[in-house]
């Protein structure tokens, strides 16, 4: 909530302005923004696994591998 206040000679006025509008409307373009990059990310995953099938295992024996170095 964002508040001003306006003094003149013919008196005071305090307004108050809800930005809430504003934060959720921004909130959800990311979110948006973060679904379709997911989505772009899950899709290049599955490319990935069609065009190596064995990529997944060597996945697993590298993480493991690096798991054993620590």
Known sequence: MLKAS???????????????GLLS??????REEI????????????AEEK?????PAEKKRKKKNDENDD
């Open 51 to 55: 065009s190596n099938p064995d990529a």
């Open 25 to 30: 409307e921004k909130m959800e373009k990311l």
């Open 35 to 46: 679904n379709s990059k997911m989505s772009e990310y899950c899709e290049l995953e599955k």
């Open 6 to 20: 306006i003094k003149s000679k013919h008196g005071e006025a305090t307004f108050e302005i809800s930005n809430e």
